[in-house]
Each structure stands twice: as structure tokens, then as C-alpha cells.
């Protein structure tokens, strides 16, 4: 079972539903995200939208032939991805900016339904690791991210329900309004907000040219820290944040191509060995 998002019209304005596998998805973590967003709707903060059933429920289990279903429906969002974007000063100055106000938001929330935290994600993927038979050098790495990880103070200021995926794809900019918009909060979790940062700087590095990607590091920066304070040691904490961002990756790619039909088309095949590609450069990190 795979979920996916369907967009629709609904009286002529863009709406998407969104159907997660029961099996595959938490359900408290559906519902914690969910109210994050209505959480930040309150709070003029500009996110996608959830939009409730007739029946008045922001998430329905759905029946279907192929197996049951979390349902959700979102608002659609102005503007376009930030990737689509040239990405000038001015608008990565308010991209960091939107980050911070989105952490700024989040070390006040104080949630009903809380969602899971990264040590929960850690103990998902050392099941996976053991599942699927991973290198012993992956199950000592999460067990060394573990214990550092363990070792930052949680403070309020420094950790809280991040996005998780605040990538450039995940980001969009509306000229007329001047403004940045997040969608797709499904991925997140209790952590420390220097791990939104690795990876929304990691991303900017991948679709910025080269000349320009200290500048575009430096304005991204600037709007966040013109909101919120970034700590002075940040460089050295966010090599551990991408130790973790990388073992997660590892540990739902190790799963994902596990999975095999017959008579793959070729693109699907295409796709698994690009997939094996980066499996293999992930173990390759890591020493033995």
C-alpha cells in the first residue's frame, strides 16, 4: 500500500486529498499534525490549510479495495515552489525568515495530541535496520547519533515540533503578497529546529549555483535569525543533525526497494537502481 495526494476543484478553488495507509501511518501523528496546522492558522502563520468533512472530522479512516486509508483534504496554496524560483536575496532572506517564525510558533505550542519525537523515529529505523539486514555499521551509527542527540539540552528555545521537510519544493512564494507559505507538515516530529535548518540549507545548496551559494546561505540565515536567535555553536550541532537526516533516509530507502512487483516497467527499474545508487553512497559515509 503507497499513499498519494489527488488534487480537485471545489467551487472553482484548488484542494488536495491526501490517503496514508492505516498500516503505514500513525494515526496520532495524522492528528497532531492536523492540529499543528490549525495551530498556526490561529496564529495568522501562512501554512496549508486543513479543510474538515461534512461530518465535521479533520481526518476519516476510509474502506477501500486495496486496503484502508487515512483521509485528509488541504486548501491549495498561492504562489509557486521556491525551487521554481530564481532565488534572489530578497526572497531567501524571507524563506529563513518563515522558518524562524515557524520555530518561534512551535516553542510556544503546547499540543493535545502530541506527535512522535526523534527518538521514536531512532527506534522505527533500527527496526528497519534489523529487518532488512543492514550493515552492522548502521545500527552503531544510529546508536552513536542516538546517545549525542541525547546529550543536547532540550530547551525550549532550541527544540519542538519541527517541519522536517522544509525543503524548497515544500515552500511557496507568492509575489503579489510578498510572502512564503509551507505545506506538507506530514513528516514531522519532536527535535531539535537546528535539523529544519541542515536541511533546508542542504536542499538550497543542491538548486543554487555554485557562485551564488554562500550569498544564498547568508540571506537564508539573516531572515531566520531575524526572528529567532540561532545558537552561537550551531555549525558543529547541524553535522549531527545531517548524521540523523541521513540515517532516516537510509533506513525508508532500505524498505522501499525491498518492495518488488513483477514485469517492472522500465522506469520503475530505472528508478530502483538510482535508489540502490544512494543506498550504497549513504553506507559509504559511514566508516566501519
Known amino acids: ?14 484542494r488536495f486529498l491526501r490517503l496514508s495507509p492505516v498500516p503505514e501511518k500513525m494515526e496520532g501523528n495524522l492528528k497532531g499534525e492536523l492540529e499543528f496546522l490549525c495551530y498556526l492558522q490561529s496564529r495568522n502563520y501562512p ?3 486543513p479543510v474538515a468533512s461534512n ?16 483521509a485528509s483534504v488541504f486548501k491549495g496554496v498561492d504562489g509557486i515552489p521556491i525551487e521554481d524560483t530564481d532565488c534572489n536575496d530578497f ?10 517564525q515557524l520555530h518561534a510558533l512551535s516553542a510556544e505550542y503546547v499540543p493535545e495530541n502530541r506527535k512522535w519525537t526523534y527518538r521514536d523515529v531512532l527506534s522505527w529505523i533500527g527496526r528497519v535496520l534489523e529487518e532488512y539486514r543492514a550493515p552492522d555499521k548502521m545500527l552503531t551509527e544510529m546508536e552513536n547519533v542516538r546517545r549525542a542527540l541525547d546529550e543536547l539540552p532540550q530547551t525550549d528555545d532550541a527544540f519542538g515540533l519541527v517541519h522536517y521537510d522544509f525543503e524548497p519544493d515544500n515552500v511557496f512564494w507568492d ?9 506538507d507538515f506530514e513528516d514531522g516530529m519532536y527535535h531539535f529546529f537546528l535539523v529544519d535548518l541542515e536541511q533546508a540549507l542542504d536542499a538550497l545548496s543542491e538548486i543554487v549555483p555554485p557562485d ?67 543506498i550504497k553512497l549513504l553506507e559509504s559515509g559511514i566508516s566501519g
Open 1 to 14: 500500500m503507497r499513499g498519494a495526494v489527488y488534487p480537485y476543484l471545489w467551487q472553482g478553488n484548488r
Open 47 to 49: 501554512a496549508v490549510v
Open 55 to 70: 461530518s465535521g472530522e479533520l481526518v476519516v479512516t476510509l474502506n477501500s479495495i486495496w486496503g484502508k486509508y487515512y
Open 91 to 100: 526572497l531567501l532572506f524571507a524563506y529563513g525568515k518563515a522558518l524562524g
Open 175 to 183: 509575489e503579489d503578497s510578498q510572502c512564503c507559505t509551507a505545506i
Open 212 to 278: 551564488r551559494q554562500s550569498a544564498a546561505e547568508s540571506a537564508f540565515l539573516r531572515g531566520y535569525r531575524s526572528v529567532k536567535t540561532l545558537e552561537a555553536d550551531y555549525a558543529g550541532k547541524i553535522k549531527l543533525m545531517r548524521r540523523f537526516c541521513d540515517l532516516y533516509s537510509y533506513a525508508r530507502l532500505i524498505r522501499c526497494v525491498a518492495e518488488e512487483i513483477s514485469d517492472e516497467p522500465d522506469w520503475m527499474a530505472s528508478l530502483r537502481e538510482r535508489l540502490h545508487g544512494k
